[in-house]
């Protein structure tokens, strides 16, 4: 059974850090491109970064780039997102979601994903 579990999330101030980690299970990180997308209320849900272990590819939208990271411990099955520098904007729930043989890059989030699991709610105080 494929399960993909985020964690992680919390209340911070702006300016501060949080790591949200997303637990995989049930298929091997070659196979898939792991992506960490969020969805803000009343707003679409939108990509924010990716992450492919099989060519070791990572990608970034342009709100994220240069705030947050995304890597990934193989040996735990985790991929995780550090992020710094925290705005308000950025409050939403996060979401890890996997596409089968997917390749990180800038056209990763507009595809369908496979598999995607509950997210983590994210809140930003000013």
């Known amino acids: 059974e494929v399960q993909l579990q985020a964690s992680g999330g919390g209340l911070v101030q702006a300016g501060g850090s949080l790591t949200l980690s997303c637990v995989v299970s049930?298929?091997?990180?070659?196979?898939?491109?792991i992506g960490w997308f969020r969805q803000a209320p009343g707003k679409e849900r939108e990509g924010v970064a990716c992450?492919?272990?099989?060519?070791?590819?990572?990608d970034y939208v342009d709100s994220a780039r240069g705030r947050f990271t995304i890597t990934s411990d193989n040996a735990k099955s985790t991929v995780y997102l550090q992020m710094n520098s925290l705005e308000p904007e950025d409050t939403a729930v996060y979401y890890c979601?996997?596409?089968?043989?997917?390749?990180?890059?800038?056209?990763?989030?507009?595809?369908?994903?496979?598999?995607w699991g509950k997210g983590t709610q994210v809140t930003v105080s000013s």
């Open positions: 049930g298929f091997s990180f070659d196979d898939y491109a």
């Open positions: 992450f492919s272990n099989s060519d070791g590819m990572t």
């Open positions: 979601e996997a596409l089968y043989i997917g390749k990180c890059g800038p056209a990763f989030y507009g595809y369908d994903m496979n598999y």
